[in-house]
Each structure stands twice: as structure tokens, then as C-alpha cells.
């Protein structure tokens, strides 16, 4: 079975089960219909799963997390030297996508806590809508308007534009 | 008694209408039946059968049989590739990378056809990188050569030591320095 997501960023409410209190000889609907569920669906679909696992055990395969070295900078190349621009670039290319995914993490935490929390959100997810906050700022503020075009370059570009805007 | 005779009029009339209709004229004026177009002599089997009159759809038929026909041509083995492959061979499990372990490059992938893609059609994306800096390499040498020529060409147009520019002089073994019989020879 692939991994569990991670318990910590995304804890499940405390169950809410009743403890059963059978004062009628009626039989309970919600009991016979969660039976009816368990044997028409979950139970052959896992059961399906089990047959296909045991056919697939044999060809048991792995893949790995690629990780890239880091490179010098935009900023620490010498003038000219194209190749060093084009590593930076593509540095700067992997790091854009590595922030997009980043956001999108810090989104569907919101978003699961807000579904977890129901009406109090607000409230009670203060700490992760912060954390969106703060994130999707700061994403705005390095590629806010760069464009389909962009490139580290017009990164920096912008990056310069703040720091001259901040001092003035 | 009344009522034959009113129908009988009222035929009379319709035929003077329409005298060259077949049921019409004196003959069977009078002794003929109305056909009855309820008891006719078939089985109620699915009814009557119609030639209901319509514009052909020969054509469009056979342009969706066609296009059936030749979708499914490739796409049920395909189909049927996809489904045996995840079945069988199922996706790889994301592990951490052993110590001093480097992975192949397709090695990167889940899904065992991107694998099998990346394994036997694609260059390793290491490959493709040094392949596209050895061509920016190449295309740096080439415009600084280009700019060193033109500098070049500036010094030894100024100068006029170098090898560039030089007007070739007229050979001086050539010129016939013994003393001439006119002035203006």
C-alpha cells in the first residue's frame, strides 16, 4: 500500500462513535446499511487489491528523489560566461517549480483544515491561514508578475527593483 | 331507407365531382363497398410495414463505423497493454537513495512505461544538459573569435603592421633602369 500522508500536518478529528445502547429488539438501519456497504463494496475492492498485490510482489520495483547540487548563482557569475548562466538558470528554473509546490502544499493544508473544522475556522486554523498568508505573500513578491517568460534573470531584475523601492 | 338514399345522393355527388376516379362511375355507383383499411388479410405480427421516406444516412453511418473501426484498431491494444502492465508490473515504491548508490536515470520515475521510455528512447537529462552547454560553449568561442576578428581587423587597418591590409608594390626587378634612347621612353 503507498505511504500515509503525514498524521502531523493533517490530524484527523477525535472519533465520535456512540458507545451502542440497544434498547429496542428492532434491528438498527445505520448497522445494516454499513453491513451492506462493507460486503457489496469495501470487501471486494479490497479483496481485488489483495489478488492484484500478490501478482505484482513479485515485480517489486523502487524509485528515488532526485536531489541536484547547487550551483553558482546569476549573481556569482562573471560577466560572459554563458554557461555559468545557463546552470543558473536552470537552478533558478528547479527552484520555481520546488516554490509552486511548496504553495500548493501550504494550500491544501487550509483547505483540509478548514473542511475539518466546519464552521469555526477562523478560529481554530489560525496557525495554518498565517502560514498561507505569509507564504503566498512572499511567493507574490519574488514571481508575482514575471510572466510565461520568466527567467532568473528577470527574477533578479525584480529583486533589484524591491531593494531600490524599499530604500527609497 | 332514408339514410341509403342520402348516401346514395351524396355518392352521386362525389362522383360528379371527380368522374374519371376508378370507384366512381355509374357500374358501381351504387354497389360498391368501402374498402375496409383495418381487416386486411396479414397477421398482426410487428404491423404494417412502412417505406417511411427519408433523406440517406449511408454516408454518416459509414463515416462513425469507419472512425470506430479504425480508433479501435489501435486504441484496444493499447487499451489492453496499459491495463496488463499496471496489473502485472505494478508502480515503483519511493525509497530513499542508498548510501554511495548513484540510480540509473530512469530509475527516477514511477510508472513503469515512463521508466521503459526513459530507459530505451530518451538521453540521460544529464546527457541533454552537458549536450546543451557544449553548445553554448561552442557558440561563446564562436562570437568571441568573432569579436577578436573584428578588433583585429581595427589595429591592423590603424596600424598597418600586420599581416591584413597590405596593398601588394610592384615588383622592382621589373623596372628598367638602363639609360633610354628618347626622354620619354
Partial sequence: MPADFDKGAYPEPPRQTPVVDKQTALPNPALILSKLFYYSVDLPVTTFRGVVDNIRAKNRSVYYHQKFRRVPDLTECQEGDYTCYYEAEMQWRRDYKVDQEIVKVVQERLRACQQREGGSYQQNCAKEIQQFNETTRNFQLRYGDLGAYASGRKCLMKQKERMMAAQA | ?185
Wanted: with cysteine; charged share 25%.
Fill in chain 2, 1 to 185: 331507407m332514408v339514410a341509403m338514399s342520402l348516401l346514395r345522393a351524396a355518392a352521386a355527388f362525389t362522383a360528379r365531382l371527380s368522374p374519371l376516379k376508378s370507384g366512381n362511375n355509374a357500374a358501381n355507383l351504387l354497389t360498391r363497398t368501402l374498402p375496409r383499411t383495418d381487416k386486411v388479410a396479414v397477421r398482426w405480427g410487428h404491423g404494417k410495414k412502412m417505406f417511411v421516406v427519408k433523406a440517406t444516412d449511408f454516408y454518416d453511418r459509414r463515416f462513425l463505423r469507419l472512425l470506430q473501426y479504425y480508433i479501435l484498431l489501435t486504441g484496444i491494444p493499447v487499451a489492453v497493454i496499459v491495463t496488463c502492465v499496471n496489473v502485472f508490473i505494478g508502480e515503483a515504491e519511493l525509497v530513499e537513495t542508498p548510501e554511495g548508490y548513484e540510480p540509473e536515470y530512469w530509475e527516477y520515475y514511477k510508472h513503469p512505461i515512463s521508466r521503459w521510455i526513459a530507459r530505451t528512447f530518451y538521453d540521460s537529462p544529464v546527457k541533454d544538459y552537458e549536450k546543451m552547454m557544449a553548445a553554448i560553449q561552442i557558440e561563446k568561442e564562436k562570437a568571441d573569435l568573432r569579436l577578436t576578428q573584428l578588433e583585429v581587423r581595427r589595429q591592423m587597418r590603424q596600424k598597418g603592421d600586420g599581416p591584413w591590409f597590405q596593398v601588394e608594390t610592384l615588383n622592382k626587378e621589373l623596372i628598367d633602369n638602363s639609360p633610354k634612347a628618347t626622354p620619354d621612353n
